[in-house]
Every structure is written in structure tokens, then in C-alpha cells.
């Protein structure tokens, strides 16, 4: 059974820092471009930052550019996001995906064996 697992969530303040985790079961992630998604109450869901099967090719959503950064290690078949400079509006459940085509990879319809979320809450 493909699944993807995230983990990593959790409360922390305005300013500060959080990493996810993206773990692969039952398949190598080496072969799929993976996203990083988010869905806060109310919202549809949007794509965060994504990154090609070698890592060699990252992108991000304007509202994360230079605070996230995306990056993978295959060898232990997870993909993580660095999140930095967290504000509230980062606030949402975070999940990760297999993309398709990498020129859509921040789309969520794009997207495939997503992981049952992780929760990150931004708050004073």
C-alpha cells in the first residue's frame, strides 16, 4: 500500500520555526516529485512549495518564498520543509503528495497518495 506520513507539526509562536517531514511507505519517494501542501479552516486547499525526484528543481508559493525551503534526502525516503519566520496566517494542516507534471507540481488536483495531514498552528 502506497502512503506517505507527515509529521513534524505542532504550536509554536509568530517568529519561530517548525520542520516537517514527509516519510514514504511502501514505495521509493526517488521517483516522484513531492509537494507540500496546505489547507486552512475555511480555505481551499493550495499548494506551498514543491520538489523535483533528484531535488535539483524546488518551487514555492509567493506567500512562503524565503521563509520555507523544501528539501528531500532519498537515501532515508523523506522529503522535509523548513519553515521559518512563521506568521499566523501559516496556520493550516500541512500535508504532502506525489505530483505529476512538475510545471503544475503546486497544484493540488496535480497531486496523488496524499498523507493524512499534520497541523501547524501559529499563535501567540
Known amino acids: 500500500q502506497l502512503q506517505l506520513v507527515e509529521s513534524g507539526g505542532g504550536l509554536v509562536q509568530p517568529g519561530g520555526s517548525l520542520r516537517l517531514s514527509c516519510a514514504a511507505s511502501g514505495f521509493t519517494l526517488d521517483a516522484y516529485a513531492i509537494g507540500w501542501f496546505r489547507q486552512a479552516p475555511g480555505k481551499e486547499r493550495e499548494g506551498v512549495s514543491c520538489?523535483?525526484?533528484?531535488?535539483?528543481?524546488?518551487n514555492y508559493a509567493d506567500s512562503v518564498k524565503g521563509r520555507f525551503t523544501i528539501s528531500r534526502d532519498n537515501a532515508k525516503n523523506t522529503v522535509y520543509l523548513q519553515m521559518n519566520s512563521l506568521k499566523p496566517e501559516d496556520t493550516a494542516i500541512y500535508y504532502c503528495?506525489?505530483?505529476?507534471?512538475?510545471?503544475?507540481?503546486?497544484?493540488?488536483?496535480?497531486?496523488?497518495?496524499w498523507g493524512q495531514g499534520t497541523q501547524v498552528t501559529v499563535s501567540s
Open positions: 520538489i523535483s525526484s533528484s531535488g535539483g528543481s524546488t
Open positions: 503528495a506525489a505530483v505529476g507534471l512538475f510545471r503544475l507540481c503546486l497544484s493540488p488536483r496535480n497531486a496523488a497518495y
